[in-house]
């Protein structure tokens, strides 16, 4: 192979070793940008997800204060304390479970 010819294959492979290097890049790029995008994302449904909840528990002590009245509210209220009733008995019933697992085993 002549000099020019070697020269030749030389641009070529550094013009292709240059011109994949910066397809990498943009795609790493854009890759990057799409995976922010997805964090951002993600951390605002997290935030939205927050605001429903604290949303939720506002009108439950609005409720429980008398300051708002709709029966789905008043409704969803009744079902929270069922719920709590049901743990509290859980809890009551574990609690003596573990006496008496305690006494047997003194």
Known sequence: MSEEETSQVTDLVSDLARNVARR???GLRRRLGSTRVHLERRQLQADREAFWIRLGKTAY?????GEVQHPAIDKAVQRIREL???????DAQNASQSLATSERSD
């Open 24 to 26: 990498g890049r943009d």
């Open 84 to 90: 709590q009733r049901e743990l509290d008995a859980l």
């Open 61 to 65: 002590r609005l409720s429980e204060q």
